[in-house]
């Protein structure tokens, strides 16, 4: 079949369609048909199915005889670990960890937020709560305490998984201190929490509330895997919005099986039995999906690797890990090739190791520029796929189905809408635009199955952010254009949302953080293109009149204060101290034109500015700062 037969096939028969991808999957009852209608633009998928994801993720490849197959290894170049889990150990495993949070009272429905680095007891955590039909929250590690506490205060979990520590090269992760701060910080108490303690840290454990790992599952009955509905929620991940405030993206049980088993043939191109490599972390959506749950669901096997694509200890890890385990399909941020190029330009690397296994390799989380990809191409040989997709979707929106035809390759576009997203651009207004222009990508509703069907507990929130702008359409918030031959092109982001080595961060957060300090009057954080991480954050401070501090000072302060409440990861360095900021008469902070600026990108000044001689002064600041050089 051909990519044009199998999108026409979908959109001539959405629900045949996607009623037919749900047969692979076990169902305890199948569901009576595929869309659940809503009303006020809300859908569900196979909504009145049981199911259950760790059945379909674990124990029925163990009841199909592939009990001795690898469902997990990992690999971990920081501990100098290497380990392989089957999977008829994973159920067991699985099995004792669900047995051990229902003995403690934890039930479906429940919320269960997991803290943990890349380790094969996060992957079992996420489905020990799927067993049990709890909800489970996977927080990600380079998150501060105060980020860890707004979401224990949004989804109220019952309890808290954490390991000891995380191990960044050369830094210890304290995670028992960050956990303990955030319980602190957060109105919501978790009845009790499990930690997993690991031999770089053990944590001290405060009785009656900290459970070890191991101990408390000591004499439970394993758990069975409890049939749920198909709308039930699988999971919540927090992912940033327009505000400090993050958005608890759903993810349903039912659509995420069918969604996620069916793209691993078709655009991943790999078949039960492969080995299947995301290199992410849980605690982001590719990690959810693409180490965690799709591989698994298809009876793959996934690769848990705890380390970084250069200094562990060198540029050739990635090649060493794929020749080692025999990995098939290869998936990683554009970021992380960015790194190894920059250490191993003529990918000397590359030769030592027989990469013969690999097939292609997928790149996504941020734009892929061109030079990466040719890179990428040159040295191994293989496709490079760059596909294009987010937190909200679970899966692409658009890819090369290199499983059903692999299309031409266009540098710099992640190239075709998959099965289930009738992709357009739209103006302002909210018209469709011919190919070539470009507007706000928007895909008409419904989504497909394995979408968000909605925020937790925030519908106005969901409404708002996505449905309210271009009525009868889902909106993206990227911009961008699709050509005559029907290829997407995702140019920059339509909101606050800035991309910093594949990491997605909101420059609004931030500025809350500026702004909370006592001598900031106002500020403004842009993303400023970067080469290696695709974007940085840049802040901009006027500070209160009678300030005396030295402007380093400030400075220094609020890249820690970043830090201590966003967190490491938001890679918040460079700020400078201006007298005022660009606006327009209204008052509206001119951060699009800042950004053309340090970026030396074609700018017009804007006709409604209030002072264009401000921007000389933010010219010579970003100039200071290493940005502007051609301005
Ligand atoms: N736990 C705690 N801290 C973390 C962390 C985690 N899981 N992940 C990152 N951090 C910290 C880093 O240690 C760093 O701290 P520092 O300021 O003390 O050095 C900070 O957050 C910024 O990290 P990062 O932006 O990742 O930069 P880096 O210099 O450590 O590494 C790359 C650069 C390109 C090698 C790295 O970003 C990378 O591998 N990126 C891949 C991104 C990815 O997989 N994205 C997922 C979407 S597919
Ligand atoms: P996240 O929710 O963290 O996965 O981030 C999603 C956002 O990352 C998208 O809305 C895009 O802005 C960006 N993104 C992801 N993949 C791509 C891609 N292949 N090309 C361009 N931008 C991308």
């Known amino acids: 079949m051909s990519y044009k037969e199998m999108y026409a096939g979908w959109k001539a028969d959405p629900e045949s369609y996607w009623m037919q991808a749900a047969e692979a999957i076990d169902w305890d009852k199948k569901p009576s048909k595929a869309l659940f209608d809503k009303g006020e633009n809300l859908f569900e998928w196979f909504s009145d199915g049981m199911c259950n994801t760790c059945w379909n993720a674990v124990d029925r490849h163990v009841d199909a005889g592939r009990g001795a197959q690898t469902a997990i290894i ?354 302002d207004g909210g018209h469709e635009l011919p190919a070539g222009e470009l507007g706000a990508i928007a895909v008409k509703l419904p989504l497909p199955p394995g979408t968000l069907p909605n925020l937790w507990k925030a519908e106005d929130r969901f409404q708002k952010s996505y449905l309210n702008a271009f009525p009868g359409y889902y909106e993206t918030g990227d911009a961008g254009m699709i050509d005559k031959d029907g290829y997407l092109y995702i140019m920059a982001r339509t909101d606050d949302v800035i991309n910093v080595a594949g990491h997605r961060l909101s420059t609004g957060g931030m500025e809350e953080v500026l702004a909370g300090h006592e001598d900031v009057a106002e500020c403004a954080v842009i993303g400023v293109a970067d080469p290696l991480k695709g974007q940085v954050p840049v802040g901009f401070l006027c500070l209160n009149a009678g300030c005396s501090k030295p402007h380093e000072e400030v400075v220094k302060e609020v890249v820690g204060l970043v830090r201590s409440k966003i967190g490491p990861v938001a890679a918040f360095k460079l700020a400078a101290v201006v007298e005022r900021l660009p606006k327009t008469r209204s008052g509206k902070i001119l951060r699009g034109t800042m950004v053309s600026i340090a970026d030396s990108t074609a700018w017009k000044m804007p006709a409604t500015i209030d002072d264009p001689v401000i921007l000389d002064e933010i010219t010579v600041a970003l100039k200071s700062l290493g940005f502007a050089e051609d301005a």
């Open 74 to 427: 990992y690999d971990s170049p920081i501990t100098h670990t290497k380990r392989e889990i089957t999977y008829a150990e994973l159920k067991d495993r699985v099995a004792s960890l669900a047995g051990a949070l229902r003995a403690k009272g934890v039930e479906k429905g429940d919320r269960v937020i997991i803290y943990m680095p890349m380790v094969p007891e996060a992957l079992e955590a996420m489905l020990a709560c799927a067993r049990i039909g709890a909800v489970h929250s996977v927080v990600f590690g380079g998150f501060a305490a105060n980020e860890l506490a707004v979401r224990i205060d949004d989804c109220k979990p019952k309890a808290i998984i954490a390991a000891s520590c995380g191990l960044e090269p050369g830094r210890v992760v304290h995670y028992k201190p960050l956990l303990d701060g955030a319980v602190e910080l957060a109105a919501h108490k978790p009845e009790f929490t499990v930690i997993f303690q690991r031999e770089q840290e053990v944590a001290k454990l405060t009785e009656g509330r900290d459970f070890d790992w191991h101990g408390f599952q000591h004499g439970v009955e394993p758990a069975d895997c409890l049939p749920v509905e198909g709308n039930h929620p699988a999971y919540i991940l927090y992912t940033s919005g327009t505000t400090g405030a993050p958005k608890g993206v759903i993810r349903h049980t039912g659509g995420q099986l069918v969604a996620l088993n069916w793209t691993m043939k078709n655009i991943y191109n790999v078949d039960p039995g492969d080995v299947f490599w995301a290199a992410s972390d849980v605690g982001w959506v590719v990690g959810h999906s693409y180490i965690c749950y799709a591989p698994l669901i298809h009876g793959n096997t996934t690769v848990v690797f705890e380390g970084k694509p250069v200094g562990t200890p060198d540029a050739g890890t990635f090649w060493r890990v794929i020749s080692e385990h025999k990995v098939k399909s290869f998936f990683t941020a554009p970021t992380a090739f960015r790194a190894v190029k920059r250490e191993d330009p003529k990918g000397e690397l590359v030769g030592k190791y027989d990469l013969s296994c690999l097939g292609q390799v997928y790149l996504a989380g941020e734009r892929a520029d061109p030079d990466t990809i040719i890179w990428a191409q040159e040295k191994l040989g293989v496709p490079v796929i760059d596909h294009w997709w987010q937190t909200e979707t679970g899966w692409a929106i658009a890819a090369n189905p290199a499983g059903v035809e692999l299309l031409d390759v266009k540098l710099g576009s992640p190239s075709v809408p998959m099965p289930g997203y009738d992709v357009t651009i739209l103006d």
